[in-house]
């Protein structure tokens, strides 16, 4: 089932330009949603031919790496986060072929590649899992899954009550080849994705073949999927809690963040301080704090980790001062960067977040004040990036495209829609494909029209509509990672240096540059401590004062 490249490749990181030292610490990286980015073959879904075709974008708009979500062969069950081959690209994608011609262009470009990897589950189509089932009970191969007997005077109830992240039980049985009803096995997220069983050595062995497999290939990193997830407790004992989606970030499950995983991922770290160029890993980690988070990023662990507590803060200057303080504090003991994000393919994209009342959540299903979402959302992420570490882009934020919110139902394909009490299902919203041109089928997405339907009016957004117009989202973000990288006091470094501010303002300082950020629904005056350099909105300044309008970031020289 794997693909192989007719020769192997010889693009590595060392052939990127412009490397340096710790080059993740300050790095803007944007990710992409290859369903979603760029049609290459006008079949309505995006694939790794589109998005090569669009890295000069990229170039352009300044970021130093781009982040793939999944294209393995896969049935496609979670959007690819059901993998079946980890060496193998899914044809709607392209091929391996496809997938070294990316990482080619890419390095000549001077970007860099990060790839998702997926090592809690696998398909149900994975080989290992479908040779399990075909074997029965006693297979070896089940050991390398989560298969139990079931409880009850006949086994038929689940082995404990987890509860899938997606809705209902974390367990499904199975049917022997008599037709008799067999053993349960183990899965967080869909049926069709079996959890592995990390405490069996092939599994370990399997993924360091897989990451080699990649950096041969000459990738520079990993995003690793649910990367708190990978151990269980040892028993895996019953949780005595119904509704545990409820508990998940705000307590260590049985399931999620155990100890275990670390050993893991300083095994991984050997490997990947073996090849040249600086070859990173990336944790989705969900955990209680961002203490806990750290404990990921240390130094002979992963390069990186996800701030989600610092992307489901609220748009209040009080709540973001204080995550911004506990985030940096957190990551200072370990010498990781903090990173920041705002959006991803997972979360309702912050410009219809804060287009709606705060403590929402980050999954909203109404459209809200749009006016009010985008302008809150372009303030946010100049905030994010006057910010020390590393940040993040998801797709078509720079647009500032809103989620979409009234998709119909018979268009949805999120899993976790189509099951009760899981998550809301509603990821679907800001993953609809992003408009590159006013017109066309697809808004230049591709010749083929769009997976999922894109909104009346999505043209007046579109890249086209944006590039070269004064004040457009697109040049605030062009123009925004410019003058970080040009000025040696943005990204670098773990402090900021507050100071002082009229309520709901943010002000702090940075080597050679300040800071304001007006949270408040309502224009404020306050002294301008320099030049302006970036604003969120246009600023007026006279006499040594300056008029910050409502819900604006403000970036000074000085």
């Keep these: 089932m794997t693909q192989h490249l007719a020769a192997p490749s010889t693009g ?20 992409v949603y290859p369903r979603s980015f760029a049609d290459g073959n006008g079949d309505g879904m995006g ?5 090569t075709a669009r890295l000069p974008y990229l170039r352009d708009l300044g970021v130093d790496a781009v982040w793939l979500s999944p294209f393995y062969a896969s049935p496609q ?28 262009e890419a390095h000549a470009l001077g970007l860099r590649i990060i790839v998702d990897l997926v090592p809690n589950h696998s398909s149900d189509q994975h080989e290992w899992f479908k040779r399990a089932l075909a074997e029965g009970p006693g297979s070896a191969l089940r050991e390398r899954y989560h298969f139990r007997a079931g409880k009850g005077e006949n086994g038929e109830l689940p082995p404990n009550d987890w509860e899938s992240i997606f809705g209902g039980p974390a367990w499904t049985r199975t049917t022997n080849a008599d037709g008799t009803p067999g053993e349960w096995y183990l899965h967080l997220f869909a049926p069709e994705q079996p959890d592995f069983n990390w405490e069996h050595p092939a599994v370990a062995d399997e993924f360091r073949s897989i990451l080699r497999f990649w950096l041969d290939m000459g990738v520079d990193g990993f995003r690793v999927d649910v990367a708190h997830g990978l151990v269980k407790a040892e028993g895996l004992p019953d949780l005595g809690s119904h509704d545990q ?10 399931f999620f963040d155990q100890d275990g995983v670390h050993a893991i991922y300083r095994s991984w770290r050997t490997i990947l301080d073996e090849y040249p160029g600086e070859r990173i890993a990336v944790a989705e980690a969900w955990t209680p704090t961002v203490e806990r988070t750290a404990n990921y990023v240390r130094p002979d662990e992963m390069h990186q980790a996800f701030n989600f507590q610092y992307l489901s803060t609220d748009w209040d200057a009080d709540a973001l001062r204080n995550v911004i303080d506990s985030s940096l504090a957190a990551m200072r003991p370990v010498g990781a960067p903090t990173t920041w994000v705002l959006s991803n393919h997972d979360v309702t994209r912050h410009a219809t977040r804060f287009a709606n009342e705060p403590g929402l959540g980050t999954q909203i299903r109404t459209a809200g004040d749009r006016e009010m979402g985008l302008r809150r959302a372009r303030a946010a992420t100049l905030l994010m990036l006057a910010l020390p570490g590393s ?40 993953r609809v494909p992003i408009p590159w041109t006013r017109e066309g089928s697809s808004y230049g997405f591709g010749d083929g029209g ?22 457009s989202t697109l040049e605030l973000y062009r123009s925004a990672i410019a003058a970080r990288r040009d000025l040696p006091g943005l990204g670098a470094g773990s402090d900021v240096e507050w100071l002082d501010g009229p309520e709901g303002v943010l002000s702090f300082a940075r080597p050679g540059f300040v800071c304001t950020v007006n949270t408040t629904g309502a224009p404020v005056r306050v002294p301008a401590p320099g030049t302006v350099l970036v604003s969120s909105a246009p600023v007026t300044v006279e006499g040594g004062s300056a008029e910050v309008p409502a819900d604006t970031t403000v970036w000074w020289t000085v």
Aim: glycine letters at 12%; one cysteine or more.
């Design 12 to 31: 590595t990181s060392d052939d990127a330009p412009g490397n340096r030292t710790g080059w993740w610490q300050d790095a803007v990286i944007y990710q």
């Design 47 to 51: 694939d790794l031919a589109g998005v």
């Design 77 to 104: 069950a979670d959007a690819g986060y059901d993998v079946a081959d980890y060496r193998a690209i899914d044809p709607m994608f392209g091929n391996l072929l496809d997938a070294d011609a990316l990482i080619r």
């Design 245 to 254: 989606l409820k508990l998940l970030g705000n307590d260590v499950m049985p």
């Design 391 to 430: 940040a993040y882009v998801y797709q078509g934020e720079e647009l500032g495209l809103p989620d979409v919110t009234d998709l119909p139902d018979e268009a949805r394909q999120d899993p976790s829609f189509f099951r009760a009490d899981g998550q809301d299902g509603y990821r679907d919203g800001c």
């Design 450 to 471: 769009s997976w999922l339907p894109q909104p009346e009016g999505w043209g007046e957004l579109s890249i086209e509509a944006q590039t070269g117009v004064e004040g």
